[in-house]
């Protein structure tokens, strides 16, 4: 897998939009970028992939540099139940597939 | 529809007696992973099996540990002499297939909170 870089910790006032980033500098051309969150006590939820465009769902959309060596995650109006851990992961198809999670970025939403 | 289910959600048993944890992935979903996650760690892989297959067992932490998949479905994970470090949450999650390009997101189940006294 790529490493991948994120802050530990982010704030992010309810209502406002969250940009989470993520650099991935060792990112080989075709590892996609897949971003997961973990709510407390929960299993980690999918968000969203990218390989090199720009991706939108109705969760959040994802931005990747046109060099890919950096991606920002992005929810438009974060709400608190956001507040979670969110993984950047950019995984090497060669191993099957399996995730490699660093510390990922703690936020937290405040009212 | 149903999602990646484990059982039980909470397991504490007594140093050295064995334990089996159950994943019962996505149906039809051929691709199956084993992770943990300690205590303010990280999420560790485990295992990963392919049908009934397991081509990549590299993060298996010793030889106490073992998986086996029957029918291409369900999954048990047996940790055998189990020991206070294996205090974790196991987490299962599951695919359509071993993602490939992109085309293949992971769906996680709840997790099995295992303590060892």
């Known amino acids: 897998d790529a490493k991948t870089t994120q802050p530990p910790s982010m704030d992010c006032a309810e209502g406002r939009a969250a940009n989470l980033p993520c650099n991935h500098s060792t990112i080989s051309g075709n590892e996609y970028v897949y971003w997961y969150r973990q709510i407390h006590s929960q299993g980690p939820q999918y968000i969203i992939h990218g390989l090199k465009n720009n991706e939108t769902n109705e969760m959040a959309s994802l931005i990747i540099t046109e060099d890919r060596k950096s991606s920002t995650l992005i929810l438009p109006h974060a709400t608190l139940r956001d507040t979670a851990v969110y993984y950047c992961?950019?995984?090497?198809?060669?191993?099957?597939?399996?995730?490699?999670f660093g510390q990922g970025t703690e936020l937290s939403v405040k009212p | 529809g149903a999602g990646v289910s484990q059982s039980p959600s909470n397991k504490v048993t007594e140093k050295g007696k064995d334990v089996e944890l159950r994943c019962d992935p996505i149906?039809?979903?051929?691709?199956l992973y084993w992770y943990r996650q300690s205590l303010g760690q990280g999420l560790e892989f485990l295992i990963y099996f392919q049908g009934n297959s397991a081509p990549d067992k590299s993060g298996l932490p010793s030889d106490r540990f073992s998986a086996e998949r029957t029918g291409g479905s369900v999954s048990t994970l047996t940790i055998q002499r189990t020991q206070q470090e294996d205090s974790a949450v196991y987490l299962c999650?599951?695919?359509?297939?071993?993602?490939?390009?992109?085309?293949?997101?992971?769906?996680f189940g709840p997790g099995t909170r295992l303590t060892v006294t």
């Open positions: 149906s039809g979903h051929t691709a």
């Open positions: 999650a599951s695919s359509l297939d071993p993602p490939l390009r992109g085309a293949g997101e992971q769906y």
């Open positions: 992961i950019a995984p090497n198809y060669n191993q099957g597939g399996k995730l490699i």
